[in-house]
């Protein structure tokens, strides 16, 4: 099975500020990566699919890019709405397998 | 504008069946894509358990294949999950959720197993 490693697992920055996720996947994937984001008590919404496209109605401050191997999820400038978890997940090869999320949160 | 929305019980005993149904509005599954269930135990990541197309043709995840089941009622424009002989591992928030993108989600069902 592909596997995804996501990290850092938590992360703490100010508003503002520029935060970045990695995910790599244990094979070759293409570009076949959705990013979602995760708020409490709610479902993953998707933010970014096919690794680089912002989905619609999705702020211009999120962005991905990677192919292959090698992801990166970026916030350009950190929102107070933008704490939530964020997940990688892979949908080349069953089971389509999903990052262990990233907590993120306000300095 | 697409909508999904589970439902079923929320208590399931330990061995039984665990049933849920995903109602779709705004748009026909039998106009395409799949359709899919995810899990997620509290506090917990994310598993993809398995998927199906309005044709019936699924996919499953490997590691439930042997407990898991999804139909598709076309007429209904609605999806089933059936995941038998449960324990309390199995106990999670499930979502449905249109496939391959995961583009539009349900709000989730809570099923805990439990005696």
């Known amino acids: 099975d592909i596997q995804m490693t996501q990290s850092p697992s938590s992360l703490s920055a100010s508003v503002g500020d520029r935060v970045t996720i990695t995910c790599q996947a244990s094979?070759?994937?293409?570009?076949?990566l959705n990013w979602y984001q995760q708020k409490p008590g709610k479902a993953p919404k998707l933010l970014i699919y096919?690794?680089?496209n912002l989905e619609t109605g999705v702020p211009s401050r999120f962005s991905g890019s990677g192919s292959g191997t090698d992801f990166t999820f970026t916030i350009s400038s950190l929102q107070p709405e933008d704490i939530a978890t964020y997940y990688c997940?892979?949908?080349?090869?069953?089971?389509?397998?999903f990052g262990q999320g990233t907590r993120l949160e306000i300095k | 504008q697409v909508q999904l929305q589970e439902s079923g019980p929320g208590l399931v005993k330990p061995s039984e069946t665990l049933s849920l149904t995903c109602a779709v509005s705004?748009?026909?599954?039998?106009?395409?894509?799949?359709w899919g269930w995810i899990r997620q135990p509290p506090g917990k990541g994310l598993e993809w358990i398995g998927s199906?197309?309005?044709?019936?043709?699924?996919y499953y995840n490997p590691s439930l294949k042997s407990r898991v089941t999804i139909s598709v009622d076309t007429s209904k424009n609605q999806f089933s999950l059936k995941l038998s002989s449960v324990t309390a591992a199995d106990t999670a928030v499930y979502y449905c959720?249109?496939?391959?993108?995961?583009?539009?989600w349900g709000q989730g069902t809570l099923v805990t197993v439990s005696s």
């Open positions: 705004g748009y026909s599954i039998s106009s395409g894509y799949y």
């Open positions: 199906i197309y309005h044709s019936g043709s699924t």
């Open positions: 094979q070759d994937i293409s570009n076949y």
């Open positions: 959720a249109r496939q391959p993108n995961f583009d539009y």
């Open positions: 096919d690794a680089s």
């Open positions: 997940q892979q949908y080349d090869n069953l089971p389509y397998p």
